[in-house]
C-alpha cells in the first residue's frame, strides 16, 4: 500500500524560504515519476513540479527559478525547496507518485495515482 506523507507546510513573509517534505512508503522507485501539486481556494489544482527517473525535472512558469524539486530514494523521501515565496504561493501542496510508463505531461494531476493529504503554505505581504 502506498502512503505519501507531507510535512514542512506553514506560514512564512514574501521572500522567505521553506521545505515541503514527502515521506513515501510502499512505493518501488522503478521508472517513477513524482510531482508537488498545489491548490488554492476557489482554483484549480496546478503542477508545481515534478521529477522522473533519471532525475529529469519540469517546472510551471510560475516558480521556475525559485523551487526546486529533488528526491532521496535512499531516505524515501521528496522535497520541495521553495526560494523567494510570494503572496500567491499560498496553497494546499500535496505530493504525488506514479509509474512512469510512456511519455506524458509531467505536470498533469491525471497522470499520477498516488496522492499525499496535502500541507498548507501561506505566505503573506
Known amino acids: 500500500q502506498v502512503q505519501l506523507v507531507e510535512s514542512g507546510g506553514g506560514s512564512v513573509q514574501a521572500g522567505g524560504s521553506l521545505r515541503l517534505s514527502c515521506s513515501i512508503s510502499?512505493?518501488?522507485?522503478?521508472?517513477?515519476?513524482m510531482g508537488w501539486f498545489r491548490q488554492a481556494p476557489g482554483k484549480e489544482r496546478e503542477g508545481v513540479a515534478a521529477?522522473?527517473?533519471?532525475?529529469?525535472?519540469q517546472y510551471a512558469d510560475s516558480v521556475k527559478g525559485r523551487f526546486t524539486i529533488s528526491i532521496d530514494t535512499a531516505k524515501n523521501t521528496l522535497y520541495l525547496q521553495m526560494d523567494s515565496l510570494k503572496p500567491e504561493d499560498t496553497a494546499t501542496y500535496s505530493c504525488?507518485?506514479?509509474?512512469?510508463?510512456?511519455?506524458?505531461?509531467?505536470?498533469?494531476?491525471?497522470?499520477?495515482?498516488?496522492w499525499g493529504q496535502g500541507t498548507q503554505v501561506t505566505v503573506s505581504s
Open positions: 504525488a507518485a506514479a509509474h512512469w510508463t510512456k511519455p506524458a505531461p509531467m505536470l498533469s494531476d491525471a497522470e499520477y495515482d498516488y
Open positions: 510502499g512505493f518501488t522507485y522503478n521508472n517513477y515519476r
Open positions: 521529477i522522473q527517473v533519471h532525475r529529469y525535472t
